[in-house]
Nanobody
Framework: QVQLVESGGGLVQPGGSLRLSCAAS????????MGWYRQAPGKQRELVAS???????NYADSVKGRFTISRDNAKNTVFLQMNSLKPEDTAVYYC?????????????????WGQGTLVTVSS
């Protein structure tokens, strides 16, 4: 079974940094787009950043210049380096990926979500 597992969340002071990681595991043929979303209390889930397998990343305007998304295709892992954190960045951060899974029959394409990791920015 394909799954995504995030790590790296926690409590940080305003202006601080955190690095999130998300590793995919299972019977994976290929991973296409990978991305990070976040959901703050009382708000809808929103895209933070995404990165295609072989293209340029995309960022929400609110994080441009502060966050950097990267991926290691050999390790099926995506990262989110978050600098200059603000209280409004407080949210549960979710990893998402488009994954072609190997099965006993034909391969199948899945949109997979991680379980989420909490980031709290507070003094």
């Amino acid at each position: 079974q394909v799954q995504l597992v995030e790590s790296g969340g926690g409590l940080v002071q305003p202006g601080g940094s955190l690095r999130l990681s998300c590793a995919a595991s299972g019977s994976i043929v290929r991973i296409d787009d990978m991305g990070w979303y976040r959901q703050a209390p009382g708000k809808q889930r929103e895209l933070v950043a995404s990165i295609p397998r072989g293209g340029n990343p995309n960022y929400a305007d609110s994080v441009k210049g502060r966050f950097t998304i990267s991926r290691d295709n050999a390790k099926n892992t995506v990262f989110l380096q978050m600098n200059s954190l603000k209280p409004e960045d407080t949210a549960v951060y979710y990893c998402n990926a488009g994954i072609l899974e190997r099965t006993t029959g034909a391969s199948r394409y899945l949109g997979v979500w991680g379980q989420g990791t909490l980031v709290t920015v507070s003094s």
